[in-house]
């Protein structure tokens, strides 16, 4: 029996995507700024080929894995047009870091942010009614998560960039408008080719939910 079309779409575009790592941001998950060495017409066919893989697989198993491929070659994909999350994160790391009364902070580069979010939690100083200003234009701020202690939201020209949503979720990222445009056209390249398979198969499709529309959730399998 083979594997329905809704399966192979419900971890397609989305608003948001996300990183399971314990403690910093996956960044082959999560698009940074930087400029891929390949071309467009070698990333078409790695994009096709992905799709003929899932277009052809029986496997579940097989079929996650080609999904969790396919999210990591979206993050580069788009990566050309993402803002500089890395950047961002590491002047997160920093205004922290700098902040008075949290010993564990100081001179402790290698520390990640959520090392530095830990050590405050208990704190007197409530860091949920601050804001900080990062270099560039971002903004950090820590709410308070429903299952306790500090998240982290770093805001970059209106879009949530970059946001900590608790050890059970991990990291995430919102999409910026230039980023959703790619992405786009990263799943019209991949739904095409998936499609044009599976027609010449023969096989029966369900109705295709819009595949380019945008859902307000987070993409789990990435």
């Not at 419900?10 to 999560?30: E, Q, V």
């Not at 891929?36 to 799709?51: R, T, V, Y």
């Amino acid at each position: 029996m083979g594997i329905s079309v809704s399966s192979t779409l419900n971890s397609a575009i989305t608003k948001h995507s996300m990183s399971l790592s314990s403690r910093g941001p996956d960044w082959s998950l999560i698009p940074s700024a930087g400029k891929s060495n390949k071309s467009k017409a070698e990333f078409a066919d790695e994009i096709k080929e992905l799709a003929r893989r899932a277009a052809e697989t029986t496997s579940k198993k097989e079929l996650e894995y080609i999904h969790s491929q396919r999210a990591r070659l979206c993050a580069e994909y788009i990566s050309d047009v993402s803002p500089d999350r890395r950047a961002l994160y590491r002047q997160a790391e920093n205004s922290l870091k700098r902040q008075n009364g949290n010993p564990k902070c100081h001179g402790s580069g290698e520390l990640t942010l959520l090392d530095f979010l830990e050590a405050a939690d208990g704190r007197a100083e409530n860091l949920a009614e601050k804001k900080f200003a990062l270099a560039g234009g971002g903004t950090l701020t820590c709410p308070i998560l429903t299952s306790g202690g500090y998240g982290a939201d770093i805001y970059y020209q209106g879009t949530k960039v970059l946001t900590y949503l608790g050890s059970g979720y991990g990291w995430a990222c919102e999409r910026t408008p230039a980023e959703r445009e790619k992405e786009r056209e990263f799943y019209g390249i991949y739904f095409d080719e998936y499609r044009s398979l599976k027609n010449g198969q023969g096989a029966e499709l369900e109705e295709l939910p819009d595949y380019l529309e945008e859902k307000p959730s987070f993409d789990r399998k990435a």
